[in-house]
């Protein structure tokens, strides 16, 4: 019985990480291995329509609907990653395909919709891999979507699953590698059960810096050496501390990864500042919200102006409060989004 049509759907969260991917070999390949907690409400939702051609085409047939409309521009994009996964999935030039997706987010408001579209997408077609080919496992199923993903956006790996997620081979990590994200595989002390994520929208604007171009500055940066190697320091540190709850030695890591990132970028060649004034506002408010409160609140950054403000569940009334009564005043109308870490993708 030979398949000529169907449908397939996901929805796909987007992910924040603790210890950053940046910097790439080959093959979407890291650097140096990375950790981050899957979100919840950030999410990307795919529905794919696939029919089979009368003959298989020289050039992927498909068709991009982006929030009920089409979608020319992001074409390219899908192009390139089709290309990259075609060895993998040979069906692909067999069929003709209908992607529709859309995000739970505000369009345009700086929040990179790369992790949680291309995992989407990644999954959608290891989907309908399946639906031709019902021998899958689910493990090899989850698999296979993060290592597309993965090919897609790097960072997209780490959205497959949940609750925290690690990429990238680390000697002290069980069963890590480089060509797909694992769930991560040790303790983790119930005070990051839940955790809280305020996304503060700083600055709505386009990225200035893609992150294609980002990773190729750290080819010939100055510090790569050590900045890899600190990573992998960073993750060994994690580990005793997810397993023994000391949020304070938590906050030193996350904080000094965030703040690492945009070091890198500042001293690579040529050079970007991805932060705003406001930016900066936001981390000195925290910092002094966090001695007066006592409390364990803390951020981390993307490549770009907005504001991850994590907190621990216990501590959410108080530290939300905070966040509406003094950092709201610092985002692009006043715009924020409530997450928290979240189980992975779903159907
Ligand atoms: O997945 P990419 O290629 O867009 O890279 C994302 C890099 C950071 O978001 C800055 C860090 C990370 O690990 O997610």
Known sequence: LKITEGKVSYKSPSNIALVKYWGKKENQLPQNPSISFTLDACATTTQVF????????DDFSFELWFEG?????????????????????????EYHFKIETSNSFPHSSGIASSASG???LALCLVAIERQLNP???DSFFLKKASFLSRLGSGSACRSIEGDIVQWGNHKNTKGSTDLYGIKYPYEVHDN?????????LVDKGQKQVSSTVGHNLMHDHPFAVQRFSQAHDNLDKLITIF????????????????????????????????MKPNTL??????WEFREVSKTNVCFTLDAGANVHVLYPENEKDVVFQFIKDELIAYCENQQYICDRIGFGAKK
């Open 243 to 274: 397993k023994n709850g000391d949020l304070k030695e938590f906050i030193k890591i996350v904080e000094s990864e965030a703040l690492t990132l945009h070091a890198m970028m500042m001293t690579s060649m040529p050079y970007f500042i991805l």
């Open 118 to 120: 291309m995992s989407a």
């Open 135 to 137: 021998d899958i496992s």
């Open 281 to 286: 506002e936001i981390i000195n408010k925290i």
């Open 69 to 93: 409309k089409t979608k020319d521009d992001f074409k390219p994009k899908i192009k390139t990653f089709l290309s990259r996964i075609e060895s993998y999935l040979p069906f692909l030039k």
């Open 192 to 200: 990051f059960k839940n955790y809280y994520d305020t996304i503060l």
């Open 50 to 57: 696939y029919n089979k051609l009368p003959k298989p085409s």
